[in-house]
């Protein structure tokens, strides 16, 4: 079947810039894809690459849209380079629409703290408002000062909940060792991603942490795609894998070895638009099986609001994720 194509290149800042061990990022970039069928039906699809997950940019997708030409054929995901993950995502959703079955009645949903004592402002609001799992970067600051505030924000959080750490990546294996020790007695979900997904030898010292303390250890830059899932699930990796759907080029593919291996997953935003996040959302929802929380406690993310998507509760139902309408998010976007 012929689908016309088409497609918008957007740039939109965040509300206040995401501060991570990686740097300051202040806006989100990405293309939205809109296919059309010859029966009328539209369909919407998000290539959103995180820059410094460094895998592929926002001018590769958009060059590789304008290749497509105005007409795209079912098969077009086929003829795109394996490295533009996102955008083999972004042509799935537009042109297979939803293939999505969801198991799960509600989600519980982390919310995300920014770096730095200002946790300790946006925490107690968060708390009051339900949430009971928390997300908090560190590595941003020295560990001293990162494991103080993190004592503060434990005392000022009600009892049973619980932080997952997020290092994206910061630490060398020492600091990493004192950090899976300082967790282990205190309630850390889990700590993601401690060492650079590039680092010498990370397989062996991420497995060696794991063994080493009882704290969890997820992945998340190291599993960017499909094809580091299937590694990591080669080498049976006991933590958690940290999957932004928005991110795989396949995500059915990863989910299906996932759930086969009966791997410990958690869905999580790569901050995109409404679109992205539609999609990867359903893709939670149908999973057979426990979930943690997601890390889809985002919102309000964007400068215009009209780019977000759904507000951050602490129990997502798929009515909420239903109700995002990609047509005025694309039609934001021109
Ligand atoms: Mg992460």
Do not use: E, Q
């Given at each position: 079947m012929d689908f016309r194509f088409a497609f918008r290149r957007y740039s939109m800042a965040f509300r206040r810039p995401v501060r991570t061990s990686a740097g300051t990022w202040t806006e989100r970039e990405g293309v939205f894809v809109r296919t059309e069928r010859p029966d009328g039906t539209v369909g919407y699809g998000e290539a959103a690459p995180v820059p410094s997950f460094g895998r592929e940019s926002v001018g590769e997708v958009e060059a590789a849209c304008r290749s497509l030409g105005d007409r795209i054929g079912g098969d077009a995901i086929a003829g795109l380079p394996e490295s533009l993950c996102t955008l083999r995502n972004a042509l799935a959703c537009a042109v297979g629409g939803d293939p999505w079955v969801a198991r799960q009645s509600s989600l519980g949903v982390a919310a995300l703290l920014p770096a730095g004592s200002a946790a300790l402002d946006d925490a107690p609001p968060k708390a009051d408002a339900g949430f009971r799992v928390f997300k908090w970067k560190v590595g941003v600051g020295a560990a001293d000062d990162e494991m103080a505030i993190l004592d503060d924000l434990f005392g000022a959080l009600p009892g049973g909940s619980s932080i997952r750490l997020d290092?994206?990546?910061?630490?060398d294996r020492r600091t990493a060792g004192r950090w899976l020790a300082y967790s282990s007695d205190r309630p850390v979900e889990f700590v993601e991603q401690p060492l650079a997904p590039d680092s010498r030898g990370i397989e062996d010292s991420l497995s060696g942490l794991a063994s080493d303390y009882p704290v969890a250890i997820a992945l998340d830059e190291s599993v960017a795609n499909e094809v580091d899932v299937g590694r990591w699930l080669e080498r049976g990796w006991p933590g958690y894998f940290v999957i932004k759907p928005s991110l795989m080029g396949d995500v059915q593919g990863a989910l299906s070895r996932l759930a086969a291996a009966d791997a410990k997953v958690v869905f999580s935003s790569a901050l995109e638009t409404g679109i992205g996040a539609q999609a990867g959302l359903r893709a939670a929802f149908a999973w057979d099986g426990e979930l943690p929380a997601v890390g889809f406690g985002v919102w309000p993310l964007f400068s215009d609001p009209g780019f977000d998507g759904p507000a951050a509760v602490p129990f997502l139902r798929i009515a909420d994720v239903d109700r995002i309408n990609p047509e005025e998010i694309w039609n934001a976007a021109s």
């Open positions: 290092a994206n990546g910061a630490w």
